[in-house]
C-alpha cells in the first residue's frame, strides 16, 4: 500500500516535471522569440517628440503668438488607492480653483486612466512633478500661448489639443508652423517608469518655420476698438474692418467684432470664432456705385460733366421702381456717386454692353476667390449676363443682385484708386526657419491691370467729392484729404428684403493723390442710425485719425505748405514735414470749403454755384458783389490771397452751357 502511494507520488512529481519541462520549451524554444518581443516592447518604447510651432509676429517683429512647455498629468486609477486620491484632490483643488470634491468624483472607477489637469505651465507645477504616489503621472508637453488674447483673433486662428492648427493663419500655414516631430527609444521599468534613454536611437524634432505677417499691430489695435466702439454706438449685430495698402495688397489690419480668446478658443461658439470677412457675403448697395462709374469712364461712355435727370427721386423702369432717398433732377456723373442716385447709375448703366460690363465686374475680382491666404474664403455670387433678367444690371449697378465679401470689394476699390491694378490680398510678409534665414519674401502678386491709370485718377476725384459734400461728409478727417463712398443696403432675410435691417458699410482712401490707407468698414443691421454715411463713415474717420496722429510724417511728409511772401500773396512750396517749423499747413487743392479756407486764405470759387460761393464767402467774413447766376467763371481776388479786413469780392456767375455735356 506504501509503495503504490509512493509510486503515484513519484508519478505526479515526474507528471509536473514533465509539464514544466513541457513549458519551458515552449517559453523558450517555440515561443522565445515571440515572448522576447513582447517583453522588450513592455519595456521599450519609441516615444513622439513633439516639434515646437513655429513663431508669429506682426510686420514689425512684434511676437504674437508663442510656445510654452507645460505638463499634463494622469491618474491610473487600477493602481492607485483612497490617501493618494484625497491627497491629489486637496493639491489639484489648490492649481485650477475647483473644489477636491469636484476631483474625487472624477476619480471614481477602477479601470480607466482620468487626466487631473492639462497644459499648465511647468513653471507652476514643479511641486507636483516631484511626487512619487501610485499610479500618479505626468507627461511633458508644448502649448500655444497667444500673448495679446483677443488680439487678432481672426488672422491668427488657434492650435486644439492635438497641436493642430485651426482657422486663421494658424489653419491655412500648418505644415510650415508645425515642423517636423522627433522620436526617441526609452526603456522602463515594470511599473512604467523611465530608467533610461537610448541617444544613440533619438531624433530630434525640428522646430517650425516662423511667420512674419502683414499686419500693423498699432493699426490693428485701433481698428478692434474703434469697431468694438461702433458696435455699442450703433447697436449693430456685428462690425467688420479691414486695413490695407491699396499699392499691394498687404492686409495691415482685419477684425472681427467681438473676437475671441484663442488661448481659450472653447469658450467661444463657432459662430464667433467664424472669420466674416472672408467667409460671409453681401449685397454691397452704393459702394458698388464706383465700380459701375470706373466702367463706364473706362469704356469713354460718359464723362464727368455729363448730366442726367434723376426724375426727382422716383423712376419706373421695365414695370420696377427705382427710388432715390432724396429727390433731385439733373445731376451730373460725379454728382450720381456724390450724392449716392441709385436712378442716375441705373440710367448711366445702360450705356454699356451686358458682356462689357460682366467682364469687369469679373476684372475688378467679383464671383471669384481673391486667393488671400486665409481659410474658409468664398467666391460670392456674379451671375453670367445669360441669366440676367431685364433689370439685373440696373439693380446690380447700385449693389444689388450680386453677393461680395468684405475682402473682395476692399481689394476691388484698391484697385479703382491705385492706378487700376488689382493685387491679391496678402497677409504673409515673409517666412523664416528657426535661425532666421528666409525661406519666403513676398512681393506684390499682380492679378490683372483693370482699369487705365487716368480712370483711377478720375474717379479718387470723384470720391473725394463724397467726403468733401456728398453723402460720407461724416467720414472727412483732420490734416488731410480723403474720398471715399457710402453704401447701405437692405438684408435679405428669408427671401425678403427686410425694411429695419441693413448693410451699412463705409469704404474710404487716404491721401487722395497718393492713396496709402483704405479701409473697410461694415456694420451689419444697426439700431440707431441706418444710412452708411450716419454709421460706418463716422468709424471710418476715428479709424484713420488715431492712424494719422501715430504716423504724421508718413503721411504728410509730401504735403505742401504756404510760405507768406508779404502781406498780399502766398507762394506754394513742398517741404518736408519734419522741418515745418510754425508754417501753416494748408491743402492747395482749393474747392472753397470752410475747412480748407480757414487759415484766411482766399479759396478757388470757379465752377461752384453761386449758392455755394456765397455760404463759403459768408462763412469766413468777407464782404462781396454777386453779377450773373449759375455757376462761378470769375472771382476777383486770387485764389491763395491772404485775406485782410476791407477787402471785397466781385464774383460772376454764368448759366452753365451745354454744348459738349451729353445729357441722359
Given at each position: 500500500m506504501n509503495n503504490f502511494?509512493?509510486?503515484l507520488?513519484?508519478?505526479?512529481?515526474?507528471v509536473?516535471?514533465s509539464i514544466?519541462v513541457?513549458k519551458?520549451v515552449?517559453?523558450?524554444?517555440i515561443r522565445g522569440?515571440e515572448?522576447?518581443y513582447?517583453?522588450e516592447?513592455q519595456q521599450m518604447k519609441?516615444?513622439?517628440?513633439?516639434?515646437?510651432?513655429?513663431?508669429i509676429?506682426?510686420?514689425n517683429?512684434?511676437?504674437?503668438?508663442?510656445?510654452r512647455n507645460?505638463?499634463?498629468?494622469?491618474l491610473?486609477?487600477s493602481?492607485t488607492n483612497?490617501q493618494?486620491?484625497?491627497?491629489?484632490?486637496?493639491?489639484?483643488?489648490?492649481l485650477?480653483?475647483?473644489?477636491?470634491q469636484?476631483?474625487l468624483?472624477k476619480?471614481?472607477?477602477e479601470?480607466?486612466?482620468i487626466t487631473?489637469?492639462?497644459?499648465?505651465?511647468?513653471?507652476?507645477?514643479?511641486?507636483l512633478?516631484?511626487?512619487?504616489?501610485?499610479g500618479?503621472?505626468?507627461?511633458?508637453?508644448?502649448?500655444?500661448?497667444?500673448?495679446?488674447?483677443?488680439?487678432?483673433?481672426?488672422?491668427l486662428?488657434?492650435?486644439?489639443?492635438q497641436y493642430k492648427?485651426?482657422n486663421?493663419?494658424?489653419n491655412?500655414?500648418?505644415?510650415e508652423?508645425a515642423?517636423i516631430?522627433?522620436?526617441r527609444l526609452?526603456?522602463k521599468?515594470?511599473?512604467?517608469?523611465?530608467?533610461t534613454?537610448?541617444?544613440?536611437?533619438?531624433?530630434?524634432?525640428?522646430?517650425?518655420?516662423?511667420?512674419?505677417?502683414?499686419i500693423?499691430?498699432s493699426?490693428q489695435?485701433?481698428?478692434?476698438?474703434?469697431?468694438?466702439?461702433?458696435?455699442?454706438k450703433y447697436?449693430?449685430?456685428?462690425?467688420?474692418?479691414?486695413?490695407?495698402n491699396?499699392?499691394?495688397?498687404e492686409?495691415?489690419?482685419l477684425?472681427?467684432?467681438?473676437?475671441y480668446?484663442?488661448?481659450i478658443?472653447?469658450?467661444?461658439t463657432?459662430?464667433?470664432?467664424?472669420?466674416?470677412a472672408v467667409?460671409d457675403?453681401?449685397?454691397?448697395?452704393?459702394?458698388?456705385?464706383s465700380i459701375t462709374i470706373?466702367?463706364?469712364?473706362?469704356q469713354?461712355?460718359?464723362?464727368?460733366?455729363?448730366?442726367v435727370?434723376t426724375?426727382?427721386?422716383?423712376?419706373k423702369?421695365?414695370?420696377t421702381?427705382v427710388?432715390?432717398?432724396?429727390?433731385?433732377?439733373?445731376?451730373?456723373?460725379?454728382?450720381?456717386i456724390?450724392?449716392?442716385s441709385?436712378?442716375?447709375i441705373?440710367?448711366?448703366?445702360q450705356?454699356?454692353?451686358?458682356?462689357?460690363y460682366?467682364?469687369?465686374?469679373?476684372?475688378f475680382?467679383?464671383?471669384?476667390?481673391?486667393?488671400?491666404?486665409?481659410?474658409?474664403?468664398?467666391?460670392g455670387?456674379?451671375?453670367?449676363?445669360d441669366q440676367?433678367s431685364?433689370?439685373?444690371k440696373?439693380?446690380?449697378s447700385?449693389g444689388?443682385?450680386?453677393?461680395?465679401t468684405p475682402?473682395?470689394l476692399i481689394s476691388?476699390?484698391?484697385?479703382?484708386?491705385?492706378?487700376?491694378k488689382?493685387f491679391?490680398?496678402?497677409?504673409i510678409?515673409?517666412?523664416?526657419?528657426?535661425?532666421?534665414?528666409?525661406?519666403?519674401?513676398?512681393?506684390?502678386d499682380?492679378v490683372r491691370?483693370?482699369?487705365?491709370k487716368?480712370?483711377?485718377?478720375?474717379?479718387r476725384k470723384?470720391?473725394?467729392?463724397v467726403v468733401?459734400?456728398?453723402?460720407?461728409t461724416?467720414?472727412?478727417?483732420?490734416?488731410?484729404?480723403?474720398g471715399?463712398?457710402?453704401?447701405?443696403?437692405?438684408?435679405l432675410?428669408?427671401?425678403?428684403?427686410?425694411?429695419?435691417?441693413?448693410?451699412?458699410?463705409f469704404?474710404?482712401?487716404f491721401?487722395v493723390?497718393?492713396p496709402?490707407?483704405i479701409?473697410?468698414?461694415?456694420?451689419n443691421s444697426?439700431?440707431v442710425?441706418?444710412y452708411?454715411?450716419?454709421v460706418?463713415?463716422p468709424?471710418?474717420k476715428?479709424?484713420?485719425?488715431?492712424?494719422?496722429k501715430?504716423n504724421?510724417?508718413?503721411?504728410?511728409e509730401?504735403k505742401?505748405i504756404l510760405?507768406?511772401?508779404?502781406d498780399?500773396?502766398i507762394?506754394y512750396?513742398?517741404?518736408d514735414f519734419?522741418?515745418?517749423?510754425?508754417?501753416k499747413?494748408l491743402?492747395l487743392?482749393?474747392?472753397?470749403?470752410?475747412?480748407?479756407?480757414?487759415?484766411?486764405?482766399m479759396?478757388?470759387?470757379i465752377?461752384?454755384?453761386?449758392?455755394e460761393?456765397?455760404s463759403?464767402?459768408?462763412?469766413?467774413?468777407l464782404?462781396?458783389?454777386?453779377?450773373g447766376?449759375?455757376?462761378?467763371?470769375k472771382q476777383?481776388i486770387?485764389?491763395?490771397t491772404?485775406l485782410?479786413a476791407?477787402l471785397l469780392?466781385?464774383i460772376?456767375?454764368?448759366?452753365?452751357s451745354?454744348?459738349g455735356?451729353?445729357?441722359?
Amino acid at each position: 500500500m506504501n509503495n503504490f502511494r509512493a509510486f503515484l507520488v513519484l508519478l505526479g512529481v515526474l507528471v509536473l516535471f514533465s509539464i514544466i519541462v513541457a513549458k519551458l520549451v515552449n517559453i523558450q524554444l517555440i515561443r522565445g522569440d515571440e515572448l522576447k518581443y513582447f517583453a522588450e516592447r513592455q519595456q521599450m518604447k519609441i516615444e513622439k517628440i513633439q516639434a515646437e510651432r513655429g513663431l508669429i509676429y506682426d510686420r514689425n517683429n512684434v511676437l504674437l503668438a508663442y510656445n510654452r512647455n507645460d505638463a499634463t498629468f494622469y491618474l491610473d486609477l487600477s493602481k492607485t488607492n483612497k490617501q493618494t486620491k484625497e491627497e491629489l484632490a486637496e493639491k489639484f483643488s489648490k492649481l485650477t480653483n475647483k473644489t477636491p470634491q469636484f476631483f474625487l468624483t472624477k476619480m471614481k472607477g477602477e479601470n480607466k486612466t482620468i487626466t487631473l489637469a492639462q497644459h499648465i505651465p511647468l513653471a507652476d507645477v514643479r511641486d507636483l512633478m516631484k511626487l512619487k504616489l501610485p499610479g500618479y503621472y505626468y507627461r511633458k508637453g508644448i502649448s500655444r500661448d497667444y500673448y495679446y488674447n483677443n488680439f487678432a483673433s481672426h488672422i491668427l486662428g488657434y492650435v486644439n489639443t492635438q497641436y493642430k492648427g485651426v482657422n486663421g493663419v494658424e489653419n491655412y500655414f500648418d505644415r510650415e508652423l508645425a515642423g517636423i516631430n522627433g522620436q526617441r527609444l526609452v526603456v522602463k521599468d515594470a511599473t512604467g517608469k523611465i530608467i533610461t534613454v537610448k541617444e544613440d536611437m533619438t531624433k530630434n524634432a525640428v522646430q517650425g518655420n516662423n511667420l512674419f505677417l502683414t499686419i500693423n499691430k498699432s493699426y490693428q489695435i485701433i481698428l478692434e476698438e474703434e469697431i468694438i466702439n461702433g458696435l455699442k454706438k450703433y447697436q449693430g449685430k456685428y462690425v467688420i474692418g479691414i486695413i490695407m495698402n491699396p499699392n499691394n495688397g498687404e492686409i495691415l489690419a482685419l477684425a472681427n467684432s467681438s473676437g475671441y480668446d484663442p488661448n481659450i478658443y472653447w469658450k467661444y461658439t463657432d459662430t464667433e470664432r467664424k472669420n466674416r470677412a472672408v467667409t460671409d457675403i453681401y449685397e454691397p448697395g452704393s459702394t458698388f456705385k464706383s465700380i459701375t462709374i470706373a466702367t463706364l469712364l473706362d469704356q469713354n461712355l460718359v464723362k464727368e460733366n455729363d448730366i442726367v435727370f434723376t426724375e426727382n427721386g422716383r423712376y419706373k423702369f421695365n414695370n420696377t421702381y427705382v427710388t432715390d432717398t432724396h429727390k433731385h433732377g439733373w445731376l451730373t456723373v460725379s454728382e450720381v456717386i456724390k450724392y449716392s442716385s441709385n436712378i442716375g447709375i441705373a440710367k448711366l448703366v445702360q450705356k454699356i454692353d451686358n458682356e462689357i460690363y460682366y467682364k469687369y465686374l469679373r476684372g475688378f475680382g467679383f464671383g471669384n476667390y481673391t486667393s488671400v491666404s486665409l481659410p474658409g474664403e468664398v467666391k460670392g455670387k456674379l451671375k453670367k449676363p445669360d441669366q440676367w433678367s431685364k433689370i439685373s444690371k440696373e439693380f446690380m449697378s447700385f449693389g444689388y443682385e450680386i453677393a461680395v465679401t468684405p475682402i473682395q470689394l476692399i481689394s476691388a476699390y484698391s484697385a479703382l484708386v491705385n492706378g487700376g491694378k488689382l493685387f491679391k490680398p496678402q497677409i504673409i510678409k515673409k517666412i523664416t526657419d528657426a535661425s532666421g534665414n528666409i525661406v519666403y519674401n513676398s512681393n506684390p502678386d499682380l492679378v490683372r491691370t483693370v482699369i487705365s491709370k487716368n480712370t483711377s485718377m478720375r474717379i479718387r476725384k470723384i470720391l473725394s467729392t463724397v467726403v468733401e459734400d456728398g453723402t460720407g461728409t461724416k467720414a472727412k478727417i483732420k490734416f488731410i484729404n480723403a474720398g471715399g463712398k457710402t453704401g447701405t443696403s437692405q438684408r435679405l432675410i428669408n427671401g425678403k428684403y427686410s425694411k429695419n435691417q441693413y448693410n451699412s458699410s463705409f469704404i474710404g482712401f487716404f491721401p487722395v493723390d497718393n492713396p496709402q490707407i483704405i479701409c473697410l468698414v461694415l456694420v451689419n443691421s444697426p439700431k440707431v442710425g441706418k444710412y452708411g454715411g450716419q454709421v460706418a463713415a463716422p468709424i471710418f474717420k476715428r479709424i484713420s485719425e488715431r492712424i494719422i496722429k501715430g504716423n504724421y510724417n508718413k503721411f504728410l511728409e509730401k504735403k505742401e505748405i504756404l510760405i507768406p511772401v508779404d502781406d498780399t500773396k502766398i507762394v506754394y512750396v513742398k517741404k518736408d514735414f519734419q522741418t515745418k517749423g510754425n508754417l501753416k499747413y494748408l491743402d492747395l487743392d482749393f474747392t472753397g470749403n470752410i475747412s480748407k479756407a480757414r487759415m484766411n486764405v482766399m479759396p478757388n470759387l470757379i465752377n461752384r454755384t453761386l449758392s455755394e460761393a456765397i455760404s463759403i464767402l459768408t462763412k469766413i467774413g468777407l464782404k462781396f458783389k454777386v453779377s450773373g447766376t449759375g455757376k462761378i467763371v470769375k472771382q476777383s481776388i486770387t485764389p491763395g490771397t491772404k485775406l485782410r479786413a476791407g477787402l471785397l469780392c466781385n464774383i460772376n456767375a454764368k448759366e452753365t452751357s451745354l454744348k459738349g455735356v451729353t445729357i441722359y
